[in-house]
């Protein structure tokens, strides 16, 4: 009894640190799911980019803002949009 005892409550790998260990170990293998299907959405876009050009303009278009030459660029600000209401 006072084994049990020890060994749960007194010893430096006690039941606490278990189940404290344990959340951890859930919490990172959930990030590691989630960083490893953000690695394939990116690795699709990347494939996709490479492949065809105008998945290429519209993603240049849509993430850096850049225009044809005779094109003329306005952006509309939707957190100004917000603040009028």
């Keep these: 009894m006072v084994f049990a005892v020890l060994m749960l409550f007194v010893d430096r790998?006690?039941?606490?640190?278990?189940r404290q260990r344990t959340k951890q170990l859930n919490d990172?293998?959930?990030s590691k799911k989630f960083y490893q299907?953000?690695?394939?959405?990116?690795?699709?876009t990347l494939s996709n980019l490479r492949d065809n050009p105008a998945a290429l303009e519209k993603y240049a278009r849509e993430n850096y803002l850049m225009k044809k030459d005779n094109e003329d660029l306005f952006i509309v600000d939707s957190a100004a949009d917000n603040t009028k209401k």
């Design 37 to 44: 299907d953000e690695i394939e959405k990116t690795k699709k």
């Design 13 to 18: 790998n006690d039941m606490f640190v278990q």
């Design 28 to 30: 990172l293998l959930a």
